[in-house]
């Protein structure tokens, strides 16, 4: 993909130093060309290597401007640019956002923390299928028009971002997907037929949708308004789409036969769909962690409606973190009317140290 530039490239070094001479001018003197919005987000976040891919620029841009480039996990410009800042707004990783994205404790702000199970039973749920089920509730109660999580091509184990609008597609999208953060894609074309979406992100995700909802941007709000529901997943780390291949590989077995993968407790355990089960250690397979990935430091989703993790709780169940009135009632509409069950007992220590630990890996 080649980036088309808006600006003149401006003088040459040495052309541009003997003008200086010239005129007697010291280079500090000279009041620079301010950047365009996309080349501050060029500057401050791409080329530092920290981009989050959460897509949040790519999705609020009224102008098609950027395009994420897989090979250098990052966006770049590919149009015109019409100067809105809506992109500066949403970006989790400019420094100027930093700051809006909550305090630093490992658990942020919340009214409870409750162990979750979905009533139904599946194989196909991460922990205790707690995500599942709140969008079930949020959709059979028609609080919410659809659902944006991550589905899965089974056969390949690509993850992509799906938009469901039929409660029966929600178990096929459950499941962690340890490569794949882009459910915003697809944000702007749902929003013209819909009005209330349940979206279900990665912190980085969530910290995007937080900003958006603060921003007085315009197409920042655009957006905003039609999420309802913010349903963030614990995450110490990511992984790039190379993963699949090296797993294969070192498993010595086709894509198709993976069932489902959990990360936890230092390993990667790999479940076949021949009931088989598979461990690689996570310090193996480290070199495949995004690069944005090491300079996050949110492990809850802070700014989430509810939080949804599996260390702390007790096994077969999800962690919940009920974070706003919103995200309480949601709770609230699932409980009475038999979606989840839920109990007491979270082991928020166990959350803190993992929490802890990822900001000591991060450099925080
Ligand atoms: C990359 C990643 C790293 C994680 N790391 C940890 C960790 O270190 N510790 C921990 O306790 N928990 C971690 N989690 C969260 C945990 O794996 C479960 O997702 C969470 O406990 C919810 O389980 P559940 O059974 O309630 O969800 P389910 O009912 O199985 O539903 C999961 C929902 O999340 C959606 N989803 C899956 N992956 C993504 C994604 N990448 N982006 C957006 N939506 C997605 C699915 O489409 C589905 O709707 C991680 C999750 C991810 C995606
Ligand atoms: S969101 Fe606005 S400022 Fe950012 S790249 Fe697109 S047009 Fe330019
Ligand atoms: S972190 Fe997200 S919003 Fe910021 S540049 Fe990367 S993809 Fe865009
Ligand atoms: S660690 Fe998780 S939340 Fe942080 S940037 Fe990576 S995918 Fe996003």
Redesign the pocket.
Known sequence: MRAVSNQSDGFKNSRRQSHLMELSLREEDIVKPSLLPYQELEENVWLKNVCAGCRACISVCPAGTLAYDPELNRPQQVTMCVECRACLDVCPRMPANIKNIGPSEILGPYLAVKN?R?KKN?G??????????L?TAAMEEELVDC?L????DRWAQK?Y??VVYDVSD?EK???????????LEPIQDVIRNVNNIAL???PC?VQAVGLLRKSSNEFAMKLAHKVRFL?G???????SDQLIPEVTRRLCVPPWRIDKM???DAMMTISLRDGGIKTIPLPEISGYVKPGCKACAD?TAKLSDVS??????TPGM???ILRTPEGVGLFKIAEERGFIEAKEGVKVEA?EK?GKL?LERNGF
């Open positions: 979750v979905s599946s196909r749920f991460q922990n205790g299928g707690a995500v599942t089920a969008l659902a999580v991550m589905g899965e993850s971002p799906r929600l999208c459950a499941g962690s997907k340890y490569t794949s953060n882009t459910v279900v992100g990665t995700t349903l997943l614990f995450c110490f780390e990511a992984f959990s990360a936890s492990f949804v993790g599996g260390v702390g709780s999800s962690v919940v959350i993992v990822k």
